[in-house]
């Protein structure tokens, strides 16, 4: 289960804590690649413009998007990031790798050793990430956006789960993790501001008014609740039983009325909570099971499911407004582009083509297929920008600003 998310954004309490680990590693600095051309193009011998001739050959000139560079990659990538004004992606080989997104030069890369990310966060030009390195205790590092590197890590013992949130008020991270219960860490410093290891919980920490909110689900004989925390000190403002008991997930999102949250209780049910009072503003149960939610803005949100059918529905209603099957493409990997309105997901290869498929977000609408030299594994936007990544290359793509 995926679910769009959005960059809103402890057994015994006398546990010994593994310190700090302060360190500042120095950034390696890696040869200029852009532009840089296969030796040998497998369709067109030579070619160098072949991927700009096959996108614009396939998209409406009315969409204005123009190829800007291609990028190769030093090695296979396992996660693509976007982070304010970098691309930072993760190599096969546990390195952090980032890249200016608007020329692909000024590489750099980190030796930070991740096998997988579980779970990332941005606030302050800082990227933390967790994860899960060999010894299988939960990571918390702090990456340096502006001169990359790494800030500071933190080992929390016995824990191999766990989520992030950035609180703005605080300037802290609250890290849930599971077993080892949830932790509130300066951003500064990675210091322990509280812990609460008696609170199980592996899900993101929401802001609820003046409060966090934490959800306990019931595991063995604990029955679990959801908790009000103080964001200073940890302590239990109030405690409530529980709505779904068997809640998944949930996504947080702002809205003019305030901070809302949809929720996933099961393979086919979901819900919108008001999560300073736990009011259940509505809930559906589909027929079919969900592959994927993603929350569009303020007032819309769309979910896939596995037999291919994607919908868009009102998000304060949870009302249907379109419905669409969609055999062509991956909607396990689609991404939305809310400034050009559009959806956009790699084509499911059905016929030995490497494309990208756009379709019309407003009302779904299939609108043409972009055909590349290799298949799309990931899509990402920043600002008018568009990047395709696959295993070897990033291809960048920018819209045409209209001129009034």
């Known amino acids: 289960m995926i679910l769009g998310v959005a960059t809103w954004f402890m057994p015994l309490l006398l546990r010994k804590v593994n310190p700090i680990q302060s360190k500042k590693v120095a950034l390696e600095q890696l040869p200029i690649t852009a532009w840089e051309e296969p030796v040998e193009n497998p369709i067109t011998i030579l070619d160098p ?72 966060v941005v606030g302050q030009k800082r990227l933390f990430l967790v994860d899960s390195p060999k010894n ?58 509280w812990k609460k290891p008696e609170l199980y919980t592996k899900n993101k920490i929401l802001i609820a008014g003046k409060n966090f909110l934490a959800f306990e689900p019931p595991v063995g004989k604990k029955v679990g609740a959801w908790y009000f925390l103080d964001p200073l000190t940890g302590a239990v403002a109030q405690k409530q039983n529980h709505i779904y008991p068997e809640m998944e997930n949930f996504t947080p999102i702002s809205t003019p009325e305030g901070i809302l949250a949809l929720a996933q209780v099961n393979e086919t049910q979901y819900f919108l909570l008001n999560p300073v009072d736990l009011r259940v503003i509505w809930s559906q149960t589909s027929i079919d099971s969900i592959l994927k939610i993603n929350i569009i803005n303020e007032n819309h949100f769309l979910v896939a499911y596995e037999n291919k059918l994607l919908e868009k529905r009102n998000l304060k209603t949870g009302e249907l407004i379109w419905q669409k099957k969609m055999n062509q493409v991956d909607l396990s990997s689609f991404k939305i582009d809310t400034v050009q309105n559009l959806l956009v997901a790699p084509t499911a290869d059905t016929d030995d083509q490497n494309g990208t498929a756009f379709y019309n977000l407003e009302d779904g609408n299939y609108l043409y297929t972009a055909q590349m030299t290799e298949n799309a594994l990931a899509v990402d936007f920043f600002g008018d920008w568009l990047y395709l990544m696959s295993e070897t290359f990033v291809w960048a793509f920018q819209h045409d600003k209209t001129v009034h």
Request: charged letters at 30%; one cysteine or more.
């Open 136 to 193: 299988e205790n939960l990571r918390i590092s702090c990456i340096d956006l502006q001169n990359p590197s790494i800030l500071w890590q933190r080992i929390i013992p016995e824990s191999k789960e766990g989520a992030a949130v950035f609180d703005f008020e605080t300037q802290s991270l609250i890290v849930s993790t599971a077993s080892d219960g949830v932790w509130s860490l300066k951003t500064k410093t990675g210091e322990i501001l």
């Open 49 to 120: 413009t072949y991927d700009e001739m096959a996108w614009m050959k396939k998209t409406p000139e009315d969409k204005k998007l123009r190829f800007k560079f291609k990028l190769k990659l030093e090695n296979d990538f396992n996660k693509l990031i976007t982070v304010q004004e970098n691309f930072v992606y993760l190599d096969q080989d546990g390195n952090l790798r980032g890249f200016d997104p608007y020329t692909g030069l000024n590489h750099w890369k980190i030796n930070i050793s991740i096998r997988k990310i579980i779970s990332q």
